[in-house]
C-alpha cells in the first residue's frame, strides 16, 4: 500500500511538473503582450529539453498518454529555435554564394566583463584573429586604460563610458570612417555607431548592450533607441550583448526597427563564471549578430574563451563588389546626349 501511494505521489508530481514547464513554454511565446513573457522565452530550450526529460519518466510510470503530449510539446517548442541551436565546431554560411572575388573582412565581438581577471587574453585573442573591427561590451573604466594598447593597431573608433563607469561599449577599427562622418555614443553609452570606410563602401557598425530582461529595463531601454536605431541605413552590421535570446520579442523588436536579419545558430555565448567551462553548452545565446544591406555573413561562430564569461564571436563577411566606373566611350555618349538635349530645349 505504501508502495503504491509513493508512485501516485510520484506520477502526480510528474503530471503537474510536465504542465508547469509546459505553460512555462506556453508564456514565452506571448512576449509581444508583456515583457514579464518575454523573460520566460529565453531559456526556451531549456525547458523544453527539461520536458521532454520529464515525458521519458512518464512514460517510465506508464502515463503513455501524458507522456507523448508532453513528448509532442517539447518537440514542437524546440522546432522554433532549431536554426539557432548550434553545433559545436559548425559555422552559419550565408545564404547566398560568396563572391570569392570580393575580399573577406573580421568582426571581433565580445562582452569583456567589466572586472575581468585575465585581461590578456582579449588582447591575446585580437592578436591573433586580427580583426578589421571590434565591437566591445562592459568596457569599464579598467578596460578604457588597457584599451589604448590598441591604439596603434585600432586608431579609429570610439569608445562611450557610461555614467557608472562599467558597461560603456565600444568599436575599434583598422579602417577609417567614412569621410565626413563620426562615430558616436547614444543611450548614455550603451550604443555606439560608427560609419567605417571597408575599401571605399561605407558600412555602419553599430555596438549595443541591452540590460537585463523583466522586471528589469531592457524593454524600456529598447523603447528609447528604437527611433535611433531606424535611422540605421545601407550596408550595415549590429553586434552586442542583447541579454535575450535570438527568438525573443526583444531581439525581435530590435530586429525590426533596424530593418536587420537576425545571424542565427552562433550558440550558447554565456554562463555564469562560477559555473564550470564544462557546462558551456547550457549557456545561454545573448549575444547576438544583425546584419542588412549587402553585407553577406560567410561564418559566424563563438571563439576561445577570454577571461570573460561570455565568448567572443568572430564574424567573417564580404561586400559586393563596386559598380564599375562607366567607360569613356559612354560617358562621351551621356555628354553628347546631355548637350543635344540642353540645345533643343534653348531653341
Known amino acids: ?18 504542465m ?3 505553460a512555462a513554454l506556453i508564456f514565452g511565446f506571448m512576449g509581444r503582450l508583456h515583457p514579464a513573457f518575454d523573460s520566460f522565452s529565453h531559456f526556451r530550450v531549456h525547458l523544453g529539453v527539461l520536458l521532454a526529460l520529464v515525458a521519458v519518466l512518464l512514460f517510465a510510470f506508464r502515463f503513455r498518454w501524458e507522456g507523448a503530449a508532453a513528448l509532442a510539446f517539447a518537440i514542437a ?5 532549431a536554426n539557432f541551436i548550434s553545433i559545436p565546431g559548425l559555422q552559419v ?20 566583463r567589466f572586472d575581468n581577471p585575465e585581461p590578456g587574453k582579449v588582447l591575446s585573442l585580437i592578436g591573433r584573429t586580427k580583426p578589421d573591427v571590434i565591437t566591445l561590451n562592459e568596457v569599464s573604466s579598467m578596460w578604457q586604460d588597457r584599451l589604448e594598447i590598441l591604439k596603434a593597431s585600432y586608431p579609429y573608433g570610439i569608445v562611450c563610458p557610461r555614467p557608472n563607469k562599467v558597461f560603456g561599449v565600444a568599436i575599434l577599427s583598422r579602417r577609417p570612417m567614412v569621410e565626413g562622418q563620426e562615430a558616436a ?6 550604443l555606439a555607431i560608427a560609419p567605417v570606410d571597408f575599401g571605399g563602401r561605407p558600412v555602419t557598425i553599430t555596438a549595443l548592450h541591452l540590460g537585463w530582461p523583466w522586471p528589469f529595463e531592457q524593454s524600456r531601454q529598447i523603447g528609447l533607441i528604437e527611433e535611433r536605431l531606424s535611422t540605421i541605413e545601407g550596408d550595415a552590421i549590429l553586434a552586442g550583448d542583447f541579454n535575450a535570446a535570438p527568438w525573443s520579442a526583444s531581439v525581435r523588436r530590435v530586429a525590426a526597427a533596424t530593418d536587420m536579419a537576425i545571424t542565427p545558430s552562433i550558440g550558447p555565448t554565456w554562463l555564469h ?3 564550470p567551462t564544462a557546462l558551456r553548452f547550457m549557456g545561454l545565446p545573448i549575444d547576438q549578430v544583425l546584419h542588412k544591406g549587402g553585407v553577406n555573413i560567410r561564418s559566424a561562430h563563438t571563439s576561445d574563451e577570454a577571461g570573460s564569461d561570455h565568448l567572443p564571436i568572430l564574424v567573417e563577411f564580404s561586400l559586393p563588389a563596386p559598380p564599375p566606373p562607366p567607360s569613356e566611350e559612354k560617358t562621351t555618349v551621356l555628354a553628347d546626349h546631355a548637350e543635344a538635349e540642353r540645345l533643343s530645349l534653348a531653341n
Open 1 to 18: 500500500m505504501k508502495t503504491r501511494s509513493t508512485k501516485s505521489l510520484i506520477s502526480l508530481g510528474l503530471i503537474c511538473a510536465s
Open 20 to 22: 508547469a514547464i509546459a
Open 77 to 81: 517548442a524546440l522546432s522554433t529555435v
Open 93 to 112: 554560411h550565408a545564404a547566398n554564394p560568396a563572391d570569392t572575388a570580393q575580399p573577406v573582412y573580421k568582426l571581433l565581438h565580445l562582452n569583456l
Open 185 to 190: 555614443c547614444h543611450d548614455r553609452g550603451a
Open 273 to 275: 563564471h562560477s559555473l
